[in-house]
């Protein structure tokens, strides 16, 4: 089996699906692995030390993508790269099968076997596997500390012999994965940490952190969409929420916002004016760029100043911290391929709740079922 590992076209994308420490177990295997030239160097991986782990390295990417067995990514490759694979191949990673199913349309015609990292079922067997945690909980480290790069003050109380500077004030929003690690990196750096999210679970989790929650009445709705993740809300709770929101940020230095719902865009919870009213040299990260955003002035991957307030919209910090990053994403992949390489062989066993759940096409045709009706409904709109 020849596994492939390629060097990341996207705009921006720093990072890389497998480092050289991943590659012990696959060549024990007796799993070829052949490398881009340059696939990780952005994440301090060198060729050499590819090289050194066992690998080969070229610089003939169309060789890579029509000879490989398997190709681990971290984004969908272009269709012009789809068209070389070989059938019966088998890419992983974050292929985005929701948001853009079509654009995965020549791989699937092709016959290759496209799993999602996006996918894989948030259940105990799989946490191992599970990249979404992972690249939150980067992004959410990552979008504190760019903020306390920017906001002109200090994060921790500091009482100095020149006078007492006050502690920062960080208000997060949307407690999940990457939520609760902004929390944590903020209360670290000694910042006072506030934090608000639909699910009542998540305050027992933020406090634990130091942090207060704060809670909203929502009347008793349910805010559990299953899988610990939050349910869409109507526009009447979203709207309690955002009062709140507005009330915290004017006494914020700082906000993360992080709240998502899966397969939505998401939700709008700062108003322009909470923005307004925050106080001039206080900074936003709006995590949730990448899907909208969370504030209604967000304009994803553009970084703005609106009277005095910093607005940031990052499209992708995991990128931003990528030697860490690729090397948690690598152990997330590794972990999955033990799912469908043994022994050095190629197995791909459906019947497996993780494999199926991930599985966006085998064998020419969708197998996630929503996968499967966005693709029927963007066939009948071409
Ligand atoms: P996510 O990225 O979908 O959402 C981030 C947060 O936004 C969530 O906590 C959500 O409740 C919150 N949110 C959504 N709408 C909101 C609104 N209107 N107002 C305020 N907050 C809102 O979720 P995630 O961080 O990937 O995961 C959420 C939770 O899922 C985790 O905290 C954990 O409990 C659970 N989880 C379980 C597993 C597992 O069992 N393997 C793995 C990962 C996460």
Same mark, same amino acid.
């Given at each position: ?10 705009p ?8 050289? $420490? ?28 590819y ?10 990417? +169309?060789?890579?993508?029509? $000879?490989?067995?398997?190709? +681990? ?5 272009s ?38 990292? $996006? ?32 906001? +002109? ?18 208000? &997060? ?46 009347g ?46 998401? +939700? ?18 709006? &995590?949730?760029?990448?899907a ?35 090397a ?50 963007s066939?009948?709109?071409?």
């Open positions: 089996m020849l596994l492939g590992i390629l060097k990341e076209t996207a921006g994308e720093t990072r890389v699906a497998l480092v050289p $420490e991943s590659l012990k177990n696959l060549l024990a295997q007796g799993i070829e692995v052949v490398v881009e030239s340059g696939a990780g160097r952005a994440a301090g991986a060198l060729d050499e030390a090289e050194a782990a066992g690998a080969s390295v070229t610089g003939d990417r +169309p060789a890579i993508l029509s $000879e490989a067995d398997v190709l +681990p990514v971290v984004n969908a490759l269709p012009s790269d789809q068209a070389l694979l070989k059938s019966g191949s088998v890419v992983i990673g974050f292929l985005r099968p929701l948001e853009t199913p079509a654009s995965l349309a020549t791989a699937i015609a092709l016959h290759v076997t496209l799993f999602s990292m $996006e996918l894989v079922p948030r259940i105990s067997r799989a946490q191992s596997m599970d990249a979404l945690s992972s690249m939150a909980t980067v992004a959410g480290y990552k979008a504190v500390i760019n903020a306390a790069g920017v906001l +002109p003050r200090l994060f921790p109380l500091l009482m100095t012999a020149a006078g007492t500077i006050p502690p920062a004030r960080v208000f &997060v929003i949307g407690a999940g994965v990457a939520g609760l690690q902004a929390i944590a990196t903020a209360r670290r750096l000694g910042a006072v940490v506030e934090a608000y999210d639909v699910r009542a679970a998540a305050g027992e989790q933020v406090r634990s952190l130091g942090a207060k929650f704060l809670d909203v009445d929502l008793g709705i349910n805010t559990e969409g299953g899988g610990g993740y939050a349910a869409e809300l109507s526009e009447e709770a979203l709207d309690r929420g955002r009062d709140l929101i507005a009330r915290t940020a004017a006494r914020s230095d700082v906000i993360i916002t992080t709240a998502q719902v899966p397969g939505r865009p998401a +939700p709008r919870l700062i108003r322009s004016e909470a923005v307004r009213a925050m106080r001039p040299g206080s900074v936003l990260v709006d &995590v949730a760029a990448p909208g955003g969370n504030c209604e002035l967000t304009i994803p991957g553009v970084m703005q100043t609106l009277g005095g307030v910093t607005l940031m919209a990052p499209l992708n910090l995991p990128a931003e911290c990528p030697a860490d990053a690729s948690l994403y690598a152990r997330n992949v590794l972990n999955f391929l033990g799912l469908i390489a043994k022994q050095g062989q190629l197995t791909i066993d459906l019947t497996d709740e993780v494999l199926a759940g991930a599985c966006v096409a085998h064998k020419g045709a969708p197998v996630n079922p929503r996968v499967a009706k966005l693709l029927e409904v066939q009948s709109v071409n």
